[in-house]
Structures are given as C-alpha cells and as structure tokens.
C-alpha cells in the first residue's frame, strides 16, 4: 500500500520537502499546474530536505501551465536508493532557484512506498 505526502498549496517558496528519509519507490504524483506559465517539479534522492538549486535533482517534469497532471510509474515504481525529497521552481535548470507564487501549485500528492 501506498504512503501519501501532499502539499495543499504551494508557498512562495522553492518548497523543498523531505517525503521519505530512506531508500523507497515512487508510484505516482497527481495534482494541479494553476499559474500562467510551466513550473517544475524537482525529485530528489536525498534522505534530507533538499534546497532546489545547490541539490542536484534524480527527475525533473516540466508541469504545463493550468493543467492537471498525473505521472503514473504504478507498474514499476520510481526507485530511490537514499531517500524521497522534491522542490518546486519556475525554471527547469538543476542550478534554477526561482520560487512559486503561492498557490501556484494545488493538490500535489506524492504516492510512494
């Protein structure tokens, strides 16, 4: 079964979130792009929180702009072998440190084992 870490509404932040602090799989992330523009959602294989810019993220997904999105690795899982963190920024670049506009982002939930 399937733990569930969600994030009501994204801060004005790069909202850097330790999910797991051990090895685990991610099965999938739902939830809702509400800016203007594409923002990123950056996954970490960290055991601690990590700050989108200096950490080097596993995963990054461009999240189109006023859209749903579901990533979906049910069948085999996205596996990390240190820990389960992820950020948010507006740009894609692993060094992008740009913050969201609060709310930005509505209704993540990160599905993982």
């Known amino acids: 079964a399937y733990s569930v870490s969600r994030l009501l509404s994204a801060a ?3 909202n850097g979130t330790r999910v797991k602090a051990a090895a685990g799989k991610i099965g999938k992330i739902v939830g809702y792009n509400a800016a203007a523009a594409v923002r990123y959602l950056k996954l970490y ?11 080097t993220p596993e995963v990054t997904i461009a999240l189109l702009p006023s859209k749903e999105f579901t990533i979906d ?8 072998a240190t ?3 992820f950020g948010l920024t507006t740009g894609g670049a692993d060094a992008d440190t740009g913050a969201l506009t609060a709310g930005d982002i509505l209704g993540l939930n990160l599905f993982y084992v």
Request: net charge neutral.
């Open 12 to 14: 004005a932040t790069t």
């Open 45 to 55: 294989n960290k055991a601690t929180t990590p700050a989108p810019g200096t950490a």
């Open 73 to 80: 690795w049910t069948d085999i899982g996205l596996t990390f």
């Open 83 to 85: 820990g389960i963190g």
